[in-house]
């Protein structure tokens, strides 16, 4: 099934929902219920996933309207992976696990990009979550100064893979200041580079919250790359760089010009 109605331009094929490569993992920071349907109304078949911000949930006094919205349009929420490190700090991981069951969460996301979480313990938080929830783990700093050898991403990765994870998310922070990003916003792509090559791409979702990112991911991985922290405005733009309908792809996209060659 086609993931929207090509008429007559002949271009990329786009997997329908619900898809397991391609996706696009939209970050909510407080939308309203009138902006969630309007976001549907106009892209719906766009969006895959969508994240509460960092604890926007926890705060957030019509949440159980807005997950059955989301419901409605098939389309699941996962919490961010802040607020799973509070409940880390807190030591809340039962109340956690009872919350999210009770809201019927059928995601849930494991990070340690601000709290420092003992290797061990998150891969057990993993196999453990991947039981009741679809987990999606991440893997980077949310401090710009800390930096991590490729190597150890690669490790890491493949570790939270083998732990359950149904996705890794690399982090790059709302911004694209951190992780897999310098924090000028500058992308490091020999890191990039060399996660992908060791790493199935369909295993991954990158972070990729602004359009120069977005474009340089379509273009290097093609129109089917996991990509994430979306902002809601940002689903149709990004769908058209995924279709090669806007300059910043189309001769890549659509006329197979070699990124690279220049």
């Not at 994430?228 to 733009?237: A, F, L, R």
């Amino acid at each position: 099934m086609p993931g929207f109605n090509d008429r007559f331009l002949d271009l990329p094929q786009r997997p329908g929902k619900p898809r397991t490569e391609g996706l696009t993992h939209v970050i909510d920071k407080g939308m309203n219920l009138r902006e969630i349907e309007g976001m549907f109304d106009v892209g719906g078949e766009f969006v895959d996933i969508v994240k509460f911000g960092w604890g926007t949930s926890y705060v957030t006094n019509n949440l159980e309207k807005k997950i059955a919205l989301f419901r409605s349009f098939d389309t699941p929420v996962v919490c961010g992976g802040t607020l799973f490190e509070v409940v880390y700090v807190r030591g809340r991981m039962d109340e956690f696990k009872s919350w999210l069951t009770e809201h019927r969460f059928s995601h849930v996301e494991i990070s340690d990009g601000t709290i420092d979480i003992p290797r061990e313990q998150k891969l057990e938080y993993i196999a453990d979550f991947a039981r009741d929830f679809t987990v999606l783990s991440e893997v980077g700093s949310k401090d710009p100064d800390v930096v991590f050898p490729p190597y150890q991403w690669v490790e890491w990765i493949k570790e939270e893979k083998e732990a359950g994870a149904w996705k890794v998310i690399t982090e790059a922070r709302e911004g694209g200041t951190a992780g897999i990003f310098r924090k000028d916003g500058d992308m490091r792509t020999g890191l990039i580079d060399e996660i992908a090559h060791e790493i199935a791409l369909s295993d991954l979702i990158f972070e990729a919250p602004t359009k120069s990112s977005q474009a340089w991911f379509i273009k290097h991985f093609g129109s089917n790359v996991n990509l994430g922290n979306i902002p809601p405005d940002e689903v149709i733009p990004l769908e058209t760089l995924r279709l090669g309908l806007r300059g910043d792809t189309l001769k890549e996209v659509l006329r197979g010009d070699d990124v690279h060659a220049s």
